[in-house]
């Protein structure tokens, strides 16, 4: 396999220039990917309660049942155009517009248990069933998960970023915005290869699992011996069917109000981190950083959440495609000493 990668930029002014690149990519599978198998508590896709869960090893007999013999190398290609504009010598803003293509992505496929391989409209595809159901309890787990090469992705988005240098009083003064808008797109999904559905967790973890939108804002300023940064990051929303209704389907009557949620969802957040930096000498500096200050944490859940029903209560917050975390604002203090 070859790879290759094609650029150029041409200058229109000494202010204003376009650049553009094509490029191919390869990655190998994982060591954990295609050489690792283990057995892990899980919760069950039958009633949602805890039972051993086997991470099969492709090319193992319950694996290639479902038509994983081994993994193949992932291939890429990628796109990019865009542009440089520098209407002062303080500011400089840059555009850039991409398309990346993955075939062939290694993904790890949705859980499956007996009864699950033995409904086709749940498991569709599926090139030797009766294998599959004999080779499972063989395995030592109630029911698997296997690595294969089943998507073909597109991600498509546009990124800005704009900065400005200048002095305030006696000290210089930075703000970059960085923003970032892109979409994924599972364009292909091979039938039957490691249990891999459209409709399915893994598909929407890729599609939906991480923002759409994404920036930061960040104010840098320093004079003398004394620095410092305010950060404002945005994280756009998620929504995946992990530990929800569409992946565990359980009775409705228990939920609160009678019906889970099909999906879990975490709303756009607003996170503030803030520096502050002094130069006790040439050699010491001492610094006090705030990390999401104000506390922001995802939906608190309820009792209409799969999650925190099959927890007992155990999780009181999302934990699956949380961009920023559920451990809320953070503190620390540091010293450096360079010689």
Request: aromatic content about 8%; charged content about 20%; proline content about 4%.
């Amino acid at each position: 396999d070859i790879t290759g990668k094609v650029s150029s930029r041409f200058a229109f002014t000494d202010t204003f220039a376009v650049r553009g690149a094509v490029a191919t990519g390869l990655r190998a599978p994982s060591l954990p990917q295609s050489g690792t198998t283990g057995i892990v508590s899980r919760d069950s896709v039958d009633t949602g309660d805890l039972v051993p869960t086997i991470i099969a090893l492709p090319g193992s007999d319950y694996a290639t049942a479902l038509g994983v013999t081994q993994l193949e190398t992932e291939e890429s290609t990628s796109y990019s155009l865009g542009f440089v504009f520098e209407p002062t010598d303080a500011i400089t803003i840059t555009v850039d517009a991409y398309r990346t293509e993955i075939d062939d992505r290694i993904v790890l496929g949705d859980t499956a248990s007996a009864a699950t391989l033995i409904d086709e409209e749940r498991t569709p595809g599926v090139p030797d069933r009766a294998g599959a159901i004999a080779a499972l309890p063989a395995t030592g787990a109630d029911q698997g998960q296997v690595f294969s090469n089943s998507i073909d992705t597109i991600t498509e988005g546009v990124d800005l970023i704009v900065s400005y240098d200048t002095t305030l009083g006696e000290g210089d003064l930075g703000i970059t915005l960085a923003a970032n808008v892109n979409d994924t797109e599972v364009d292909k999904v091979t039938d039957g290869a490691g249990l891999v559905n459209k409709e399915g967790t893994t598909v929407s973890v890729l599609e939906t699992g991480q923002p759409g939108e994404r920036a930061t804002l960040t104010l840098n300023y320093g004079q003398n011996a004394w620095s410092g940064f305010v950060r404002f990051n945005y994280y756009g929303d998620t929504e995946v069917n992990t530990f929800a209704h569409k992946e565990i389907g359980l009775p409705q009557e228990l939920s609160v109000s009678g019906k889970f949620r099909d999906t879990t969802f975490v709303k756009a957040a607003w996170l503030v981190d803030v520096n502050v930096s002094w130069d006790v000498s040439e050699n010491i500096t001492l610094s006090v950083n705030g990390n999401n200050i104000f506390d922001e944490v995802p939906r608190s859940l309820d009792g209409d959440d799969v999650l925190e029903f099959i927890s007992h209560g155990g999780f009181s917050t999302a934990i699956r495609a949380v961009p920023y975390g559920f451990n809320g604002a953070a503190y620390s203090a540091r010293m450096s000493f360079s010689f």
